[in-house]
């Protein structure tokens, strides 16, 4: 909030500098997104999980500790 006070919004420049950075950020953010997307479905395994049964889990737990 301090810093919105030494800005000057009411210049038309400096409002429309913030709008452009504002919208940047965005378009920035979604392309990081989108990236970040694409290489966790590139990723994707075919391979089938197998579970195991309650009673291996907990003997499996009981083991770690």
Do not use: H, W
């Amino acid at each position: 909030m301090q810093l919105a006070k030494k800005i000057p919004f009411e210049d038309p420049n400096v409002l429309n500098a913030c709008r452009a950075a504002y919208a940047i950020s965005n378009v920035l953010i979604l392309g990081i997104y989108l990236y970040i997307k694409s290489v966790i479905d590139g990723k994707k395994g075919a391979s089938d999980l197998r579970c195991c049964s309650q009673t291996a889990l907990a003997n499996f737990l009981c083991l770690q500790t």
